[in-house]
T-cell receptor, first 114, second 113 residues
Framework: KNQVEQSPQSLIILEGKNCTLQ??????????LRWYKQDTGRGPVSLTI???SENTKSNGRYTATLDADTKQSSLHITASQLSDSASYIC?????????????WGLGTSLAVNP | DGGITQSPKYLFRKEGQNVTLSCEQN?????MYWYRQDPGQGLRLIYY???????QKGDIAEGYSVSREKKESFPLTVTSAQKNPTAFYLC????????????FGPGTRLTVT
């Protein structure tokens, strides 16, 4: 069964600290993996898109990694800010011929406290 | 939120009434999607449309209906047949279906009592 599991479920850190969020998946065959940020009561916004051949991709203070062999991805947030408080959702896109399916994780809820 | 708008932001209805949620995009995207988000669950696909006048059921289409008469618009009707309609509804669009990035609207929170 295609699944995406994220950990931790929730996380509280102090402003200025770094943190790493994890995403493990069993989706096969694999097309690409995305990280979205969703503020409370808003729609998700894309942070990064990782293809099979990419190991690391950065977007400002956000750095995503992908290990396609172990089917693991991480999202590292550097020097956290209060505005980073949000849910971070990992999405894996399966590649089944012409029918690509998105498998959504449950997200990690991050709270950045002053 | 890009070029996707959803209205209204909050919607309240009595049980047994049909209600239509609006979704409009000005990104010239062919594909549009409706998702439902509930606490403790990932986004679940209700319906999607690859092109005007075409739409397909997603994973949880029962109790919902859609239309795609214009490229810019993809309204979702929550019918009285939907057992648990109270949820946060998200509309998205992408250039085409497949691996293209999806852009989301701000969402509509529907409460049915």
């Amino acid at each position: 069964k295609n699944q995406v599991e994220q950990s931790p479920q929730s996380l509280i850190i102090l402003e200025g600290k770094n943190c790493t969020l994890q995403c493990n998946y069993t989706v096969s065959p694999f097309s690409n993996l995305r990280w979205y940020k969703q503020d409370t009561g808003r729609g998700p916004v894309s942070l990064t898109i990782m293809t099979f051949s990419e190991n690391t991709k950065s977007n400002g203070r956000y750095t995503a990694t992908l290990d396609a062999d172990t089917k693991q991805s991480s999202l590292h947030i550097t020097a956290s800010q209060l505005s980073d408080s949000a849910s971070y959702i990992c999405v894996v896109i399966g590649n089944a011929g012409n029918n690509r399916k998105l498998i959504w994780g449950l997200g990690t809820s991050l709270a950045v406290n002053p | 939120d890009g070029g996707i708008t959803q209205s209204p932001k909050y919607l309240f209805r009595k049980e047994g009434q049909n209600v239509t949620l609006s979704c409009e995009q000005n990104l010239n995207h062919d594909a549009m999607y409706w998702y439902r988000q509930d606490p403790g669950q990932g986004l679940r696909l209700i319906y999607y449309s690859q092109i005007v006048n075409d739409f397909q059921k997603g994973d949880i289409a029962e109790g919902y209906s859609v239309s795609r008469e214009k490229k810019e618009s993809f309204p979702l009707t929550v019918t009285s047949a939907q057992k648990n309609p109270t949820a946060f509804y998200l509309c998205a669009s992408s250039i085409t279906t497949g691996a293209d990035e999806q852009y989301f609207g701000p969402g509509t929170r529907l409460t049915v009592t």
